[in-house]
């Protein structure tokens, strides 16, 4: 008798090896097409400090921020949803507005330390940095996060060196978008074994006035699947096959339609399945309610998307 994932992989939308991204960190944008803008990008990061105690790290980057700073959150893994908006973050997060320096504070009654430096760091499109660049957080000393791409800097050694290293890994990013078109464009890995793909979300139609728009999805410059009748379709899902996962995608564009400009917001989601690939991703999460751990960590991308008004 067949697997259940293997019944899932056969009737998956199946994204081909050959259409996968190259060394690019840009997305894939037809020269015809303006992408809408990111203001925001929050990253949550999970960390094991020991098999007792695991912690959500959240960034938060942000086009309003001085000087293209950031705010970080740390809180105890289980009192917030990986997959929550990053919004429920927000109330306990620090800011750190400064291109260069390192704060202590207090969360979950544990010592957090970041140390960061953002004076030569590159954009791209957004507020998040791409190149030169590093931020160190340390929790009860051990090292609980790292990214960017100064690990050879002495500075950078000489930090990473005193502590010792738990294990860390990117388990939810949500991008924010606004702007006049229904056009988002992001890159993403889906698992460290993976490469990164361009991801492009389009909604056309409404450009000419047609009473039926149409929501196109697209990886790697590849189409994967269309929603027609999108004023009628304007929630569902689509299951597909990535890099040897399977992956849920999820739209709600319903405040595009039935909500005033620039109030209503079109929310995408991208999750990978866990171990158990018999259940969808709702019902594993209730399981881990009930106190059944999952088998694997999963990934998620949210776009949430704003249309300005004309």
């Given at each position: 008798m067949r697997s259940i994932a293997t019944c899932y992989s056969e009737h998956a939308i199946k994204?081909?090896?050959s259409y996968c991204s190259g060394p690019s960190r840009q997305p894939y944008l037809s020269p015809n097409l303006i992408p809408s803008i990111p203001n925001s990008v929050s990253c949550i990061y999970k960390a094991r400090l020991s098999p007792q105690k695991r912690l959500l790290v959240t960034l938060t980057w942000c086009s309003n921020f001085i000087g293209q700073g950031f705010a970080i959150n740390v809180c105890v893994d289980g009192n917030v949803s990986a997959y929550a908006s990053p919004s429920k973050f927000h109330v306990n997060s620090h800011q750190l507005r400064d291109s260069k320096g390192s704060k202590t504070f207090h969360s979950c009654n544990s010592r957090v330390e970041v140390f960061w430096d953002l004076s030569n760091a590159q954009f791209d499109n957004g507020p998040e940095p791409s190149h030169e660049f590093y931020i160190i957080v340390v929790v009860d000393s051990v090292l609980s996060l790292f990214i960017g791409d100064m690990e050879d800097e002495q500075s950078v050694k000489r930090?990473?060196?005193g502590f010792p290293v738990a294990k860390f890994s990117l388990v939810s990013r949500c991008e924010q978008f606004s702007g006049r078109g229904a056009l988002c464009s992001s890159k993403v890995q889906f698992c460290d074994a993976g490469t990164a793909h361009d991801i492009l979300i389009k909604c056309s139609g409404?450009?000419?006035?047609?009473?039926?728009?149409?929501?196109?999805?697209?990886?790697?410059?590849?189409k994967i699947f269309q929603v027609k009748?999108?004023?009628?379709?304007?929630?569902g899902n689509q299951t597909m096959f990535l890099d040897g996962l399977l992956v849920d995608m999820m739209w709600d564009v319903h405040d595009w339609f039935?909500?005033?400009?620039n109030t209503g917001f079109a929310v995408f989601m991208f999750r990978t399945r866990s171990g158990l690939d018999s259940r969808l991703w709702l019902e594993e999460s209730n399981l881990k309610n009930n106190g059944n751990e999952l088998v694997d960590d999963q990934f998620s991308l949210i776009i949430s998307a704003c249309k300005s008004p004309d």
């Open positions: 994204v081909s090896d930090l990473k060196s409404e450009e000419d006035g047609s009473r039926n728009p149409v929501l196109s999805v697209c990886i790697d410059n590849k009748r999108l004023r009628w379709n304007f929630r039935f909500k005033e400009a």
